[in-house]
């Protein structure tokens, strides 16, 4: 999965696998969630959202199943 950079108080970049419907973002505070059974409209709002933190507060987190992605060792 490609992420893309965004401009956003919260998070640093953003991105989603169509086959999985699963969307990753990594906040600005260095932790990575994906979150599952996320449709595609929903990313694409994300993207073009000019408040990213709000929209992810109101209409992703507490929204879908989610983990948060283990840090990965060098």
Avoid: H
């Amino acid at each position: 999965m490609k992420l893309q950079p965004v401009e956003s108080s919260m998070i640093q970049s953003a991105g989603y696998d169509e086959e999985s419907y699963t969307l990753e973002v990594v906040f600005n505070s260095g932790k990575t969630y994906r979150y599952f059974e996320v449709p595609k409209s929903v990313y694409l709002e994300l993207m073009q959202s000019e408040s990213k933190g709000s929209y992810m507060l109101s209409d992703v987190i507490d929204c879908f199943p989610y983990e948060q992605v283990k840090k990965r060792r060098r």
